[in-house]
């Protein structure tokens, strides 16, 4: 009997203009509870306005498109149901995930805003078990050590890593990882990317990457959807993902993507630590 997986996000005849720039034309996927997709294509495809769609922080236009996170429609031609996508959906992003001048425990105690009464959140007034909580989360994306540093003062990859303990204790269902390693060197680039493997793994979390690193969708993801002038383009197993095959798909615009030195020699394992050394676009940023 083949084993049925339940649908964590289905997006359906998705369109977005800006202007003369159609942002998003006609975009439809469907992702499984668990699974790890990543969503590579040149700059200006469309990634980051499908990743506002589904966050729920923009509508598509006229009375196409819909968005359904875990069954409960979050938008359908034009109108939007915030609801669906609070406290399910959460999203990092390149930078700027934390409050720099608080503690790091603090921020990924924020995760449990909207799950506990305003007046305590406002207060920070968090309890013993929601701080061991936070604690956790921080000791299992591996940096329990920095919990009383400010966040300001953590290196990109421990800023991302918080952000993904605070998902966790939020309780997401769905994370959506917005470059989040553009702008990383690549061992801190692998220890994000491992994170969100195991959490994906283990806690049967949907997690769309974004990425420019065609390499790191092949080792760390089994299906990748690419995205090319606001359509996906392909949507299949990430060991399709030759260079050649890349270059027919974007053109010149394949230059964007950071593509991998060479095809794979067979299937990408998910679950490998990666020991290959990858092209970043951008090298290590200085740490914050
Ligand atoms: N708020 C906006 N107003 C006007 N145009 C926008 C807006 N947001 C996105 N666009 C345009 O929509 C297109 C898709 O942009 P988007 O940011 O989604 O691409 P992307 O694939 O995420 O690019 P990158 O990899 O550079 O982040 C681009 O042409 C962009 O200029």
């Known amino acids: 009997m083949t084993e049925i997986t339940p649908i964590a996000l289905s997006v359906t005849n998705l369109s ?65 149901n915030r609801e669906a996508a609070r406290g399910r959906v959460a999203v990092i992003f390149q930078q700027f995930n934390l409050v720099g001048r ?52 953590l290196s990109g990859g421990q800023q991302q890593r918080a952000a993904i303990a605070r998902t966790l204790v939020q309780e997401a269902r769905i994370l959506i990882a ?16 491992d994170v969100l493997a195991a959490i994906s793994r283990e806690d049967a979390i949907t997690v769309l990457v974004s990425l420019h690193q065609v390499e790191y969708a092949r080792r760390y993801c089994r299906r990748t959807i690419a995205m090319r002038d606001g359509a996906i383009v392909y949507d299949g197993p990430s060991t399709a993902l030759s ?13 964007e993507l950071v593509l991998p030195d060479a095809a794979p020699s067979g299937p990408a394992d998910p679950m490998a630590p990666s020991g290959v050394e990858l092209h970043t676009r951008q090298t290590a940023l200085a740490t914050v």
């Open 243 to 255: 260079n050649d095959f890349l270059a027919e798909l974007y053109g010149a615009a394949s230059e």
């Open 16 to 80: 977005k203009r800006y202007g003369e720039t159609r942002a998003l034309n006609g975009v439809s996927l469907m992702l499984e509870q668990g699974e790890m997709v990543a969503l590579i294509g040149a700059s200006g495809s469309g990634k980051s306005t499908l990743i506002r769609h589904i966050a729920g922080l923009e509508i598509g236009d006229g009375d196409s498109g819909r968005v359904e996170i875990l069954g409960a429609v979050s938008q359908a031609g034009g109108r939007m």
């Open 102 to 153: 608080l503690s790091v425990l603090t921020n990924v105690l924020i995760g449990h805003l909207g799950r506990i009464p305003r007046w305590r959140g406002t207060l920070g007034l968090f309890n013993r078990h929601e701080k061991d909580k936070a604690q956790a989360a921080l000791a299992r994306v591996g940096i329990p050590q920095v919990a009383a540093q400010r966040a300001s003062t």
């Open 178 to 193: 917005d470059e989040p390693i553009s702008a990383l060197d690549p061992s801190a680039a692998r220890r994000v990317m």
